[in-house]
């Protein structure tokens, strides 16, 4: 399975947070399965960090750098398909990382409810 991380899934994994269900870390932890973390993750990520609403620990970077996660960049196809996506969720990481699951073949792994109605693309993990 190729596998896309919502941003919450990739830091409760980085935290090894209780957060994260049992369900996910078997996903995520399956050496058959390549896992991507994206650009737009981390966009998200550092913007929220930078504004104060997420505090990151120290060793945030050197945590992500260890892991054997794929690289996605943003395209310009994916942000073309955004446009095709119905508005059930309005934040716009969401919707481009669920741009790129489509665009790319990939599962979006994520918790987030309003999320798992974009398809069979998305697996819910709660």
């Not at 209780?18 to 050496?31: F, K, T």
């Not at 750098?65 to 943003?74: A, D, G, I, K, M």
């Not at 969720?89 to 918790?111: G, S």
């Amino acid at each position: 399975m190729r596998l896309l991380l919502d941003t919450h899934i990739l830091l409760w994994w980085l935290a090894d947070s209780p957060s994260l269900s049992l369900a996910a870390r078997e996903l995520i932890a399956d050496p058959n399965n390549a896992v991507f973390v994206s650009a737009v993750t981390l966009w998200e990520i550092w913007l929220k960090q930078s504004l104060g609403k997420l505090q990151l620990p120290s060793d945030f970077e050197t945590k992500l750098t260890e892991e054997s996660f794929e690289n996605l960049p943003l395209l310009a196809a994916h942000t073309r398909e955004v446009a095709s996506l119905p508005w059930r969720h309005r934040d716009p990481f969401d919707r481009m990382l669920i741009a790129q699951a489509r665009v790319a073949k990939l599962t979006f792994l994520t918790a987030d409810a309003a999320v798992a109605g974009y398809g069979d693309y998305v697996k819910f993990v709660s």
